[in-house]
């Protein structure tokens, strides 16, 4: 079973608001049909936080800092924006 670009970005959006931050393979388990592996939607969940934070709608976080997802290696995580 596919999972839609959309039910992702949905997912993403949907723990970043109940969560201070959320790692990217809690979204990959959330969207994860029952019995595949849920390492096979890291790419394309990276691709829409990717595409999330360029609307500025989600940052991504290292180390407990804000950095850009250009040539980001390593563990990272999701947060939302701060709201003034």
């Not at 839609?4 to 993403?12: H, P």
């Not at 393979?25 to 360029?54: C, F, M, N, S």
């Amino acid at each position: 079973m596919k999972v839609a670009d959309t039910e992702i970005r949905k997912a993403i959006l949907e723990q970043i608001e109940v969560a201070r931050s959320v790692a990217p393979r809690d979204v990959a388990q959330a969207v994860t049909p029952e019995g595949e592996d849920w390492r096979k939607y890291l790419p394309r969940i990276r691709a829409e936080a990717v595409k999330l934070h360029g609307e500025g709608l989600l940052l991504f976080i290292r180390k407990k800092k804000v950095v850009s997802p250009e040539g980001l290696k390593g563990i990272y995580r999701f947060s939302k924006p701060e709201q003034e």
